[in-house]
């Protein structure tokens, strides 16, 4: 596992150590231009301390030090006349001024001149000045070099104490319990640390929200299963009761239209449960005039049963990308809803148009239509729209969830779904896409 302090520590170790080496560079060559001038200069003052007399009066009169110079000396018709250090591998004649030699020994610094009734030239190796100017470098870089381990040191322990914040943050996140979702405090906290907890603290809120729901969902749901359950067992008793075969026969009715009831609302829970906005990866073509068309034939046979004409008032083609089990389950719904509340003789048109490029979806029935009051909160789960003179005579059992299916659908799918009154004096259900 990677350490951001290790690798602090490496990196700034390694920019410390670059950067020694790029100023050790430069350094020394500023004292090797340094020590190129002062040597040439020496050299140009030797030169010039010579007398002018004839050779043989200053033989062997004058020490050239101890900076490995060598001297040469010619009288002016070019006869050698004195070499201060025969075996050195220097040119046997003389170049007036400044020179650079390469020999097999490495490269002279030389210089010639004209003395008096002589020629001299003076040379001196540049192992001398690079080894000067080397020791010079060294000499002020030895410092850093020294006090390179206590500069590792003190960036290990400056980097851990920038690190604390999240290790406090660590600390405090392992010490929760599971259903502590209160945010974080951010107070105090470097800048660098505070995005990150405030990121935290939104998905805090976020898990917070959906849990809330989660518990709010599942005692809704075991609310509203509790009935049916209740009625399933009471009919069950009443079968165990019968003293008769048509008794028997009208309990077991009673006990199967309420363990269909009961049924339905299982299976309304699930699908609502799989239409979470989140839920389904929308990817596929779906054609809706074909999906429209199943689903009214599919209800066909119920709404015929309950005397309401139901057919398919236009149609214009029209595909989305979507997911078309869950189009299905929602208008299913919508024509379910729209069958049950609409009382005997009555009628439900569903249609399909292509507007500003835009499929719309509508399913109007003759119904008793829900209360303009109501329309926004008929989307929450088990909300029932109270019972009024013209919806106590359809006479329909619910579970106030069809339309929360439809509105997760709805958000699935990136659409939108609005209520109204439809041109019959019933509901009309838009959803457009």
Known sequence: MRSIRRQL???LLALVLLGVGIAGRLIYRQALAEA???FDYQ????AAALPSEPFSQVLGSRDTGDEGIVLQIWNRNGVLMYYSRPRAPLAPRAELGFSTERTERGEWRVYGAIVGDNVVQLAQPLSVRNRLAANVALRTLWPLIVLLPLLGLAVWVIVGRGLMPLRRVTTALDARRPEALDPLPD???PLEVQPLVRALNGLLARLATALDIQKAFVADAAHELRTPLAAVQIQAQLVAR????AARNEALTDLQAGVTRATRLAEQLLALARSEPDGVAVTDAVDLRALLQECVAAYAPLALNRGV??????SEAATVIGDADALRVMFNNLVDNATKYTPHGGRVDV?????????VARIADSGPGIDPADRDRVFDRFYRAGSGANRARTDVAGSGLGLAIVRRIVMQHHASVSL??????GLRVTVRF
């Open 351 to 359: 249609s399909l148009h292509v507007e500003d490029g835009h499929p």
């Open 242 to 245: 019968a003293k008769d075969d």
């Open 43 to 46: 050299l140009e003052q030797i």
């Open 36 to 38: 190129n001038e002062l």
């Open 309 to 314: 004409d139901l057919g398919v008032e236009a």
């Open 420 to 425: 109204d009154e439809s041109p019959t004096g």
């Open 9 to 11: 520590l490496v990196w």
């Open 187 to 189: 107070q105090r906290l």
